[in-house]
């Protein structure tokens, strides 16, 4: 019966190795297709509304995403960013850069 119970803790062990490996696989899959946003100081982006759900009355359903442009004015390890107003006021909060996306100036309203 000890026997037994030798194996059965042998089996448990190559059922763990199994999933670390799996998971280290799907690891290695799942990394390949995730582009990581990096952005650098002085560059323009678009900051995401927060809370994430909240909408305007006024436009439903229209109400937008997004809102900026912000310039990044300071970068953080682990992907974290300081940003400000084009006008200025700096925020004293950072935000994570998930929450941001790069601002490409449009030719009719930036002209």
């Known amino acids: 019966m000890m ?3 030798e194996d059965l803790n042998c089996h448990w062990l190559r059922a ?3 999933i670390e490996a799996n998971k ?4 290695k899959y799942y990394d390949k297709k995730v582009k990581a946003k990096q952005f650098h100081e002085a ?3 678009w900051k995401l509304i927060l809370p994430i759900g909240t909408k305007d009355i006024a436009y439903g359903k229209w109400s937008p995403n ?3 442009p912000y ?3 300071r970068c953080v390890p682990g992907n974290t960013y300081f940003y400000e107003m084009l ?3 700096e925020f004293n909060r950072a ?4 929450h941001f996306k790069k601002y490409y100036p449009s030719i009719w309203v930036d002209a």
């Open 3 to 5: 026997d037994d119970l």
């Open 43 to 45: 560059k323009l982006v």
């Open 16 to 18: 763990l190795e199994n």
């Open 95 to 98: 935000l994570n850069g998930k």
């Open 71 to 73: 310039r990044i004015t």
């Open 87 to 89: 006008e200025g006021e």
């Open 24 to 27: 280290l696989r799907v690891t």
């Open 66 to 68: 997004w809102e900026g």
